[in-house]
């Protein structure tokens, strides 16, 4: 079975602080993706990446930059957090087969007061 | 822009009552749709990928069907347990996914 990390479940951030969110995969995907959901907005992709060191801007990458350093591992940062960055955050990964299927972790919901 | 409206927003059932989830989509070369189920406070958990016109798939309750331009996910009897929002989300011409606002179905016993 694909298994998807994320470091924290729970993350509570005050306003300007730097905040690192970790997602790690166990199935040596080449694709990663960090989504936000909000309530009646449902998924949207922040960034991406199909490879160690690239990164692709998603639909609302302001506020957020990425890092992947290693295949397994894929970090969102958010350089100075902001209450409107209150979310719940998913990582998920996907190999780059015909199946192209996308694999979620558990999420991170993150209060910024 | 690839484009996913899911419906209803949310749909209340008894037990053993058979219904459907629809979900609209526009898309520049459809290279899948996925349907995933969604438990409060978790990570959405794929279902099915469908890829072509007349495709179907089932898990156990759950039946999955795709048309051109819509997708249909058959509840067949639901318990309970299927409580959960299922989103629907496209593949175009590359590796992103667009997800529907989902449907929350609470089936009462």
């Known amino acids: 079975d694909v298994k998807v990390t994320q470091s924290s479940r729970y993350l509570v951030k005050r306003t300007g602080e730097k905040v690192f969110l970790e997602c790690v995969q166990d199935?040596?995907?080449?694709?990663m993706f960090w989504y936000r959901q909000d309530p009646g907005l449902g998924l949207r992709l922040i960034y991406f990446?199909?490879?160690?060191?690239?990164?692709e801007k998603g639909d609302i990458p302001e506020g957020y930059s990425v890092s992947r350093e290693k295949k397994e591992r894929f970090s969102l940062i958010l350089e100075s957090a902001s209450t409107n960055q209150t979310s719940m955050y998913l990582c998920?990964?996907?190999?780059?087969?015909?199946?192209?299927?996308?694999?979620f972790g558990p999420g991170t919901r993150l209060t910024v007061l | 822009e690839d484009q996913v409206t899911q419906s209803p927003e949310a749909l209340r059932l008894q037990e053993g009552e058979s219904s459907s989830l629809n979900c609209s989509y526009t898309?520049?070369?459809?290279?899948?749709l996925f349907w995933y189920r969604q438990d409060p406070g978790k990570g959405p958990e794929f279902l099915f990928t469908?890829?072509?016109a007349g495709e179907e798939k089932e898990k156990e309750r759950l039946k999955a069907t795709l048309t051109k331009k819509e997708s249909f996910l058959h509840i067949t009897a639901p318990k309970p347990e299927d409580s959960a929002t299922y989103l629907c989300?496209?593949?175009?011409?590359?590796?992103?996914?667009?997800f529907g606002a989902g449907t929350t179905v609470t089936v009462r016993a």
């Open positions: 998920a990964s996907s190999s780059r087969t015909s199946t192209d299927t996308q694999y």
């Open positions: 199935m040596d995907h080449e694709n």
């Open positions: 990446s199909y490879d160690v060191k690239m990164k």
């Open positions: 898309v520049s070369g459809l290279r899948g």
């Open positions: 469908l890829y072509s």
């Open positions: 989300a496209v593949r175009g011409g590359d590796y992103k996914l667009s």
